[in-house]
């Protein structure tokens, strides 16, 4: 019953984005559409040899002065993470995606995560992305992913009280760091644009990582940085805003994609999350 749900919901849903986009452009030209202040929706088409007729990446342009991103791990006593859909009402989140990926254990985060004090994983490793929100000095930018080859993990801690470490996919100031490879998969991806704003990025498409970094640096997002969340059928999105109601689900992974629609969301440990701010 509940998998008969899930997927019927992921079918409307890419449709509901189709339309809503498409009117936009329709419109003036303007592929964004404001879901709320500080929140805007994006539909894009995939120029890329790989990418099948029609295929699309979508993303969420979030404004962190008018949206406080958020960080969530396994709470104490949970013994199973949960799907994006179900964090976000959990938290009272108006959008979610992976916060990264994780270990066999199914609750801990692969490289380091704090958050607001709490260490949720102290696991450093050689991962060259650092997503940081909830700056300590109000002067520093509300949002930036740094890269950990020029900025050290250390000083980053000591200036955000969220700090998320991840596979770095795309270096400052807009540099492909991802190696050519045969595997292809979903994906879900968090990117800074050149204003300073969060970006998440999903696409359904089943493209090697490079190819699709390619991609997206030749779309009109303005991105300067970004780092790989998660890949195939564990790759989640949804946003609840603007009278809309959107969850994306991955369904690609290995070398040939290998879609399954009757596969359920997967529940997930950590995400990244959205609020408002107060009086927004």
Request: aromatic share 8%; proline share 7%.
């Amino acid at each position: 019953m509940q998998t008969r749900r899930i997927t019927a919901l992921v079918r409307t849903v890419l449709v509901v984005c189709k339309l809503l986009v498409a009117s936009a452009a329709v419109a003036g030209g303007n592929p964004w559409t404001a879901l709320d202040s500080g929140l805007e929706l994006g539909q894009f088409p995939l120029v890329d040899p790989g990418s099948s007729a029609g295929a699309v990446v979508f993303v969420l342009r979030v404004d962190p002065r008018l949206c406080e991103l958020t960080l969530h791990g396994i709470p104490r006593g949970e013994s199973v993470g949960f799907t994006a859909r179900e964090w976000s009402r959990r938290e009272g989140l108006v959008a979610a995606i992976n916060a990264g990926l994780y270990q066999a254990d199914y609750r801990t985060h692969s490289g380091y995560m704090s958050v607001d004090g709490a260490v949720l994983s102290r696991g450093v490793n050689g991962y060259l992305s650092a997503a940081a929100f909830a700056p300590v000095d109000p002067k520093d930018p509300p949002f930036r992913i740094f890269d950990l080859d020029d900025v050290p993990l250390a000083s980053v801690l000591s200036r955000y009280r969220r700090v998320v470490q991840n596979l770095r996919l795309v270096k400052r100031p807009g540099e492909n760091r991802w190696e050519s490879q045969d595997r292809r998969w979903s994906e879900a991806a968090l990117g800074e644009d050149r204003e300073g704003r969060a970006l998440f990025i999903f696409s359904g498409e089943p493209l090697t990582l490079n190819r699709l970094i390619d991609a997206l640096l030749a779309l009109p997002l303005g991105l300067v940085a970004a780092q790989h969340l998660e890949g195939g059928a564990q790759a989640q999105f949804v946003v609840a805003a603007g009278g809309q109601t959107i969850e994306l689900v991955g369904s690609y992974e290995g070398i040939f994609p290998a879609p399954d629609p009757k596969r359920p969301a997967w529940p997930i440990p950590n995400i990244i999350g959205i609020r408002k701010r107060d009086g927004r």
